[in-house]
């Protein structure tokens, strides 16, 4: 058991050169705020693990991961690398983590670390349900013009891309909580997490362009579009914040206002904020889409039904805090129907 568990993550632990799925994650965020691409030489680099436990200290090839406990069939994995390619084998759907410290330099102060808890049965609560995942992370503020440090997330592996009128619901439940520490809290408590000056988001990041391939690549695609359950501090304003709220969709209870506007690499980013901090949700997104086809027919700042979907991510864009945080994600599962 423990050997099979050994190479399965010596296997699929791969460092992010290798994949070109999982570079698209890291330009991701790089487009998200206007950027050119970095590229780290591999999960081997100068990032600071100041989070729980040691910094990852992988050369390049095999084991990015540090901190393996097994039991019961249950692994928990921790990777401290700037990026870093996590796939986890799954007998549903798949998916790509990644620590993703893109905006990470020799003169940052702190660092990140991801915890990935995977089954050794590779069966999930359900077929569209990720592995559990947790950040530990603190940074210093970084300079105005490159405030973020990393956008940790999970991708989809499969699926897409997808003709956007082929899609005929996104089914998307998920639970997190923000917490001050190195432990996974219970319940977000927004006081505290002030208190210690967080400047983050929780986000959905997605990307759309006319065509298949490029809707794909993160820094070219014409669209991106944000689903954000949460916004802490000032420092992470939407693009288009000042502009205002353009209008807003209620799904299952939840009311998402969207902002819309272009960034420095021109393409159109449209945001949906939740009004309120959701650390629970479950419902269909898809609405949040069509809802830009009505606004695509009087400006080409909105993607149009014809258009693809070629990227979807899930994480927390995160700036800085003066203390150790820990963005814990107990419970997700995208579910995206083909008409
Ligand atoms: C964050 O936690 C790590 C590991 O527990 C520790 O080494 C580091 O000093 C902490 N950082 C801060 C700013 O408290
Ligand atoms: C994990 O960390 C320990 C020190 O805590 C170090 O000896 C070991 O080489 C690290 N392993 C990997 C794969 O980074
Ligand atoms: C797979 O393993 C997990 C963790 O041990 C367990 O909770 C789950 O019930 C198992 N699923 C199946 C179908 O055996
Ligand atoms: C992450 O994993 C490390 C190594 O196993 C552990 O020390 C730490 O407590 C874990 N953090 C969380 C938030 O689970
Ligand atoms: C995305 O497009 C840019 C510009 O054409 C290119 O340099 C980059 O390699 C592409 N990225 C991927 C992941 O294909
Ligand atoms: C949501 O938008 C509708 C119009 O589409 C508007 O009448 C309503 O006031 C808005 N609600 C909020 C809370 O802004
Ligand atoms: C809507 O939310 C409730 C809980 O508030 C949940 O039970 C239900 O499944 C959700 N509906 C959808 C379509 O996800
Ligand atoms: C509980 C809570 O904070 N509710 C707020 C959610 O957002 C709406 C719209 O901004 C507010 O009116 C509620 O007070």
Same mark, same amino acid.
């Given at each position: ?7 399965n993550?010596?296997?699929? @632990?791969?460092?992010l ?13 790089? @487009? ?14 100068s ?22 406990t ?31 410290q ?5 003169s ?7 915890n ?5 049965n590779?069966? #999930?609560?359900t077929?569209?349900?990720a ?13 105005e ?21 082929n ?17 996974? @809290? ?23 362009? *006319?065509?298949?391939?490029? @809707? ?7 669209? +991106?579009?944000?689903v ?6 000032? *420092?992470s304003?939407?693009?288009? #914040? ?7 969709h ?28 959701? +650390? ?15 606004l ?5 700042? #909105? ?37």
């Amino acid at each position: 058991m423990a050997l099979s568990l050994l190479v399965n993550a010596v296997l699929l @632990a791969i460092p992010l050169g290798g994949s070109v799925g999982t570079l698209v994650g890291i330009d991701a965020h790089l @487009a998200a705020t206007g950027q050119k691409p970095l590229f780290h030489s591999d999960g081997g680099d100068s990032s600071s693990g100041g989070g729980s436990g040691s910094s990852g200290d992988s050369t390049g090839g095999g084991n990015g991961g540090n901190g393996s406990t097994a039991s019961n069939g249950v692994s928990n994995t921790q990777y401290c690398e700037s990026s870093w390619g996590i796939s986890p084998p799954s007998s549903g759907e798949l998916f790509t983590l990644n620590p993703n410290q893109w905006g990470v330099t020799t003169s940052t102060v702190g660092g990140l670390c991801m915890n990935v808890t995977t089954f050794q049965n590779e069966t #999930y609560a359900t077929k569209t349900t990720a592995p559990d995942w947790s950040v530990t992370w603190q940074y210093d503020p970084g300079p105005e013009t490159q405030p973020v440090h990393a956008y940790p997330n999970i991708m989809i592996d499969d699926v897409l891309p997808l003709e956007l009128e082929n899609i005929d619901e996104i089914e998307f439940a998920l639970h997190w909580t923000y917490g001050v520490g190195t432990t996974v @809290a219970a319940t977000t408590d927004e006081t505290t997490l002030n208190a210690e000056s967080l400047q983050c988001n929780v986000a959905i990041d997605m990307f759309f362009d *006319s065509d298949k391939t490029t @809707a794909q690549n993160s820094t070219t695609a014409d669209f +991106e579009v944000m689903v954000w359950f949460a916004r802490f501090g000032d *420092s992470s304003d939407p693009i288009g #914040y000042s502009e205002g709220v353009v209008t807003n969709h209620t799904v299952n209870g939840t009311m998402f206002e969207l902002y819309s506007g272009t960034n420095s690499n021109s393409q159109n980013v449209l945001t949906w904020i939740a009004a309120n901090t959701t +650390e629970e949700f479950s419902g269909d997104i898809y609405p949040l889409i069509t809802d830009l086809y009505t606004l695509s027919a009087s400006s080409s700042s #909105y993607p149009s039904k014809a258009d693809y979907l070629g990227i979807f991510q899930f994480g927390t864009e995160a700036f800085s805090a003066d203390t150790n945080v820990t963005f814990g994600v107990t419970s997700l599962s995208v579910d995206i129907k083909k008409s």
